[in-house]
């Protein structure tokens, strides 16, 4: 039970770690180049065909960063207690694909079901 509560603390430690971070990144992006878009958003717009002027864009940004900061805590979390070397950078290798692959997945499919596809 222990474990179990060490591993739930590194992970929430590490996720609002990274979300702070996300989240300060983002501001500043924002206020800095209005015309730049951050590239998470340009696959989603790309990938899922979707009209960035019907999507709330904080939003948007808010849930991106809540997938990155999910991705790299659970990524770091499960890395962490592994001693082996390349099993760790294997293990975080495979879950940083696996995990931005299908809540990328998740997040582009949900934004099409909303009707926010661009009008063709």
Do not use: C, P, W
Request: hydrophobic share 50%.
């Amino acid at each position: 039970m222990q474990m179990i509560i060490r591993y739930l603390m590194v992970f929430i430690l590490a996720f609002l770690l990274v979300f702070i971070i996300y989240s300060i990144m983002f501001s500043r992006k924002k206020i800095k180049n209005k015309q730049k878009e951050i590239t998470e958003v340009k696959l989603l717009v790309k990938k899922y065909n979707l009209d960035i002027r019907k999507i709330k864009y904080k939003n948007l940004l808010f849930t991106i960063s809540i997938i990155n900061s999910t991705i790299i805590a659970f990524s770091f979390t499960a890395v962490f207690y592994v001693e082996n070397y390349f099993l760790s950078l294997a293990i975080g290798f495979v879950l940083l694909i696996i995990l931005t692959y299908s809540l990328y997945e998740i997040v582009g499919r949900h934004y099409q079901k909303k009707g926010s596809k661009k009008d063709v």
